[in-house]
């Protein structure tokens, strides 16, 4: 595919030279449909965010779900982003580190959850350092522990196929793909992941109720866990120290990737700091935490309770651990249970 990447790249280019514009043909493309996605009150959100220059529209999400799933995209024809982010773990691989990528090397970091990232448009990444989903998803695509792709070799590709070339020239009316394109397909698709049919919003919306320990559940985390998991989206979108390290050492080769959002600030208050993960869903993301370390979530509450690592950049409310016993312990987790979403696994199978 490489090989023949360039060539055909160029027989394009000169085929849109060779024509001038008023010998192009008249082509009748079917009407965009332009939508919003419908949002549940329980996510606590205003409006949906999404960037002027790529309105979602139905055709584009089709194409960007095809792109999502399509292992032709990677140097070997093997690894998909949905191989890294499945559908019924909620957009993860359940996996501590992967090493699925075209390489086989490992990876630092775990694959988050993907969905409800309309909302975080600004601070992508376990450190914020993606500003959008646009421009995020050429790391992914081009990184050779990722997919490891060659965009002259993608675009090539997409091109000599008849159907993403149709799908590619209704959605964003051009003759030539373009690797933005690319890019502009996936991040609508992923805007649509949105999880928001948990027994928990439909208890906010007064369709279900809650048993008692499930209610107890919802009480205990108000307490302890809702500054930074904050309701409705389940995260407050913001950098904290957990208090997983006590040190944060830097080989040079790895570039701070051990040093957390600090990497990307260079301020001190954010060694350390990780962007706080949803806990919607968090029954089916395991392993947890930015490298995955915690198997499940009682390994999760045994770090909460008793394995806090105090030092400067500590979160304050977490300085002497969050105390609980074993009843409460389980009324937390009958909570968090209530944050599973099988509607959105089942609406989003591949
Ligand atoms: C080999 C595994 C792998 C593949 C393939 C992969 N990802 Fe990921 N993805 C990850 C990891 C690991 C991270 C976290 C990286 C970090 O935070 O430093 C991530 C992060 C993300 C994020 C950020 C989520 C957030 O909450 O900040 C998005 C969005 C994403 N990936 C989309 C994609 C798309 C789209 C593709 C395909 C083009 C893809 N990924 C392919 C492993 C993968
Ligand atoms: C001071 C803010 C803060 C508080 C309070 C807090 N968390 Fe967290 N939580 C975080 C951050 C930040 C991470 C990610 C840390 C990392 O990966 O380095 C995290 C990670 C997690 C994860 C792993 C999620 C994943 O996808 O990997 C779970 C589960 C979790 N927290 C549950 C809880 C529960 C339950 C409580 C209350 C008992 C709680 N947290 C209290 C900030 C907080």
């Not at 020239?169 to 928001?196: D, G, H």
């Not at 209610?215 to 500054?227: A, H, M, P, V």
């Not at 392993?287 to 045994?302: A, I, K, N, S």
């Not at 312990?329 to 968090?336: C, G, P, V, Y």
């Amino acid at each position: 595919m490489k090989r023949l990447s360039k060539s055909l790249l160029f027989t394009g280019l000169a085929l849109a030279w060779a024509c001038s514009p008023e010998e192009e043909p008249i082509v009748h493309t079917p009407e965009i449909h332009y939508y919003t996605p419908a949002i549940s009150t329980s996510l606590q959100v205003a409006g949906f965010p999404q960037p002027e220059r790529n309105i979602i529209s139905e055709q584009g999400v089709a194409l960007g779900k095809k792109l999502f799933f399509d292992p032709n995209l990677s140097a070997n024809g093997k690894v998909s982003c949905g191989t890294c982010h499945t559908p019924e773990l909620a957009f993860t691989d359940g996996v501590s580190l992967a090493d699925h990528g075209v390489s086989g090397k490992k990876l630092h970091r775990t694959a988050p959850a993907i969905f409800n990232l309309a909302w975080q448009s600004d601070g992508l990444f376990w450190d914020g350092g993606a500003h959008d989903l646009e421009s995020l998803n050429f790391g992914p695509l081009t990184h050779p522990d990722e997919m490891g792709a060659d965009l002259d070799a993608l675009v090539a590709y997409l091109e000599n196929e008849l159907e993403y070339k149709e799908q590619f020239k209704i959605v964003f009316s051009q003759e030539q793909i373009e690797s933005a394109q690319v890019a502009r397909a996936l991040s609508q698709y992923v805007r649509t992941l949105i999880s928001q049919d948990s027994k928990y919003d439909r208890w906010q919306r007064g369709e279900e109720s809650f048993g008692e320990v499930e209610l107890k559940g919802f009480q205990l985390y108000q307490k302890n866990c809702s500054s930074c998991h904050q309701e409705g989206l389940f995260t407050d979108l913001g950098f904290h120290n957990n208090g997983l390290d006590e040190e944060y050492p830097n080989p040079p080769e790895l570039e701070g990737l051990y040093q957390g959002r600090y990497r990307i600030t260079s301020n001190p208050e954010d060694m350390g700091a990780y962007k706080t993960p949803t806990l919607r869903n968090i029954a089916l993301t395991a392993p947890y935490m930015h490298d995955g370390r915690f198997q499940t979530l009682d390994e999760v509450l045994d770090h909460y309770q008793n394995g806090i690592q105090v030092n400067e950049t500590l979160a304050p409310e977490l300085t002497w651990g969050i105390k609980l016993n074993s009843i409460e312990r389980d009324a937390i987790k009958a909570f968090l249970n209530t944050l599973t979403d099988s509607l959105f696994i089942q609406k989003h199978q591949k």
